[in-house]
């Protein structure tokens, strides 16, 4: 008789925990984002409001209150109805930089550029264009990092090939930081180099780019530069 009861004790307790984990499966699915921007979504939106969003997305991130997210079902919703992005983010290709997840974006949410050492050149001035011309971005963010490979190598003088010209772009950074008398061989003057190349890169924008300075002088966008903390993964922008 024990052995019955135990048996069935056991076989209830088995069936409670069955429906508790289909009940928690059915709630995590329903808080499974599947919604992509549409331009009803970024039309009415101010640039100082994209960059809140930016704000609030890399604060969630920071804090692991990321989104939950169908990236098979975005994208099959963008493929029909198109993509309406907040902004365009120029980054460095350093691997532990990964955009959209720092700012909790998903698919559609925001367009990324990224080259060694976040600089700036015709074909990335275009692709800002189109974002903010034909793209309705709102945005533009040259986000720099802290221990940045390239920055390294351009202090550290390195040269080859395509690299050369790449990195003789970070040089008024550093001979900036040069006059201030910072110590380009520590990390934090390295990183100082970061910030300044970063906020170079946005007058670099501006000054190569006829229609972003113009959406710019109308309100229409913004071009900011921003900085990431590969320790902390805050974002702050500059």
Same mark, same amino acid.
Request: net charge negative; with cysteine.
């Given at each position: 008789?024990?052995? /019955?009861?135990?048996?069935?004790t056991v076989l ?18 329903? #808080? ?5 921007? %549409?331009?009803?979504?970024?039309? *009415?939106?101010?640039?100082?409001? /994209?960059?809140?969003? =930016? ?8 804090? %692991?209150?990321? %989104? ?17 992005? =907040?902004?365009?983010?120029? @980054? ?5 930089? *990964? ?8 698919? +559609?949410?925001?367009? /990324? ?23 309705? @971005?709102? /945005?533009?963010?040259?986000?720099? %990092? ?15 090939? #395509? ?8 040089? *008024? ?15 934090e003057g390295q990183?100082?180099? @970061? ?12 000054? +190569? @780019?006829?229609? =972003? ?26």
């Amino acid at each position: 008789m024990k052995k /019955v009861f135990f048996g069935a004790t056991v076989l209830a307790a088995m069936m409670m925990a069955s429906c508790q984990n289909k009940q928690a499966a059915q709630t995590e699915n329903e #808080n499974v984002e599947t919604h992509v921007l %549409h331009a009803q979504d970024v039309d *009415p939106l101010t640039p100082d409001q /994209v960059i809140e969003l =930016l704000k609030e997305g890399n604060k969630a991130f920071v804090e %692991h209150h990321t %989104h939950n997210r169908d990236a098979v079902a975005q994208l099959k919703e963008s493929a029909h109805d198109g993509q309406h992005p =907040l902004a365009i983010v120029l @980054s460095c290709i350093d691997a532990r930089v *990964p955009v959209e997840i720092l700012f909790d974006k998903g698919v +559609g949410d925001i367009f /990324v550029t990224r080259v060694a050492g976040n600089v700036v050149s015709g074909d990335i001035l275009g692709s800002m264009e189109y974002a903010c011309g034909h793209g309705g @971005s709102k /945005v533009v963010v040259v986000m720099g %990092h802290k221990q940045c490979g390239a920055v390294h190598s351009a202090c550290e003088g390195a040269n080859g090939g #395509n690299l050369t010209d790449m990195l003789s772009k970070i040089s *008024p950074a550093i001979e900036s930081e040069q006059a201030k008398g910072t110590n380009l061989e520590e990390v934090e003057g390295q990183n100082a180099v @970061s910030r300044q190349n970063a906020l170079n890169m946005v007058e670099a924008v501006r000054q +190569g @780019s006829e229609e =972003l300075r113009e959406l710019e002088a109308e309100g229409k966008i913004k071009i900011v530069a921003a900085m990431f903390d590969l320790e902390t993964g805050l974002v702050e922008f500059i």
